[in-house]
């Protein structure tokens, strides 16, 4: 049987089979997978007490404890010319995380003749818990800023005077130094020729 809750109680097979000539058979096996760290404990059993009134038992473990994990085939195969043959995983482990019971096959095959054949086995399989792994991430680095250059204001034009000049590579300074002497010495030769042409008043005596 599968089940997709979990099952801490098994029972069944008990008061099976009680006529002349009747065989109970039952078997359970349990398998704990458990994820993660846990801590795994023998089962403790309680079977066949009080059975096989009249036949020799076949029971392993022949145990009577109290409040046990295992209790089955008890009060069994009472009926004269019974066999009873009960087992119990020898490996059989609990944990306190799941506990589980199992009940099986108690007062059963009472019947003349009648045959009790009953086995438990549990197992506590634990399974390493899954660690995902950490992903270390790289941090970015940090870009350096790229220093900006400042563009230098253009250089103004000096030469103004004579742009056609410039135009041609022609440094103008001496040019214009020319003109100005040129025209001074223009404007002074007119002041001569005014005075010259001046007429002076004839003095009277």
């Known amino acids: ?47 066949c007490v009080g059975s096989g009134a009249s036949t020799e038992l076949d029971c392993v473990p022949l145990q009577n404890t109290t409040d046990a994990t295992v209790t089955q085939c008890n009060n069994a195969g009472n009926g004269g010319g019974a066999d009873v043959l009960c087992r119990v995983n020898p490996s059989a482990t609990v944990t306190t995380e799941v506990p589980i ?15 009790v054949e009953c086995a438990t086995e549990l197992n506590t ?10 992903e270390t991430q790289t941090p970015t680095p940090t870009a350096t800023p790229t220093p900006t250059e400042t563009a230098l204001p253009a250089a103004a034009d000096t030469v103004t005077a004579a742009p056609e000049l410039a135009a041609t590579g022609v440094d103008s300074a001496p040019l214009l130094v020319s003109v ?26």
Request: hydrophobic share 35%.
């Open 180 to 205: 100005a002497v040129g025209t001074l010495l223009l404007g002074l030769g007119a002041l001569l020729a005014l005075r010259r042409t001046v007429v002076r008043p004839a003095h009277r005596d």
């Open 1 to 47: 049987m599968n089940s997709s809750k979990l099952i801490r109680t098994i029972t069944q097979c008990n008061g099976s089979i009680n006529v002349g000539g009747g065989n109970t058979i039952c078997t359970v096996t349990v398998n704990n997978h458990i994820t993660g760290a846990t801590t795994a404990s023998p089962a403790t059993v309680n079977q």
């Open 125 to 134: 399989i634990a399974l390493a818990a899954e660690v995902t792994p950490t």
């Open 101 to 115: 019971t199992v009940n099986q096959c108690n007062y059963s095959s009472n019947g003349g003749g009648s045959t």
